[in-house]
């Protein structure tokens, strides 16, 4: 059984920053490709970043250059650094590996980024 527990969303004002924290409770996490991905109600869930067991990574073209994935495989934890954040980055916050496969079953329950003034 996997369990992906996020944290580190809140409210920020335009141009702020967050970093966001996803612990997964899976063995063989270091041998995973991890994502992080987002969802507005009524959009389908999108990968906004997504880095190798041996840290490298790719980004979506809307957070190139402002959002920073990484990851600990030595606490299990994966990370977003979000900066320069815009009202279009509102969403809820998911982890999950890329690509979701048989992990589709694992969602957890996500953490909330709100960007507004």
């Known amino acids: 059984q996997v369990q992906l527990v996020e944290s580190g969303g809140g409210l920020v004002q335009p141009g702020g920053s967050l970093r966001l924290s996803c612990a997964v409770s899976?063995?063989?996490?270091?041998?995973?490709?991890m994502g992080w991905y987002r969802q507005v109600p009524g959009k389908q869930r999108e990968l906004v970043a997504a880095?190798?067991?041996?840290?490298?990574?790719n980004y979506a073209d809307s957070v190139k250059g402002r959002f920073t994935i990484s990851r600990d495989n030595a606490k299990n934890t994966l990370y977003l650094q979000m900066n320069s954040l815009k009202p279009e980055d509102t969403a809820q916050y998911y982890c999950?590996?890329?690509?979701?496969?048989?992990?589709?079953?694992?969602w957890g329950q996500g953490t909330q980024v709100t960007v507004s003034s």
């Open positions: 999950n590996k890329w690509p979701v496969g048989s992990w589709g079953d694992y």
């Open positions: 899976a063995s063989t996490f270091s041998s995973y490709v």
């Open positions: 880095v190798g067991g041996g840290g490298i990574a």
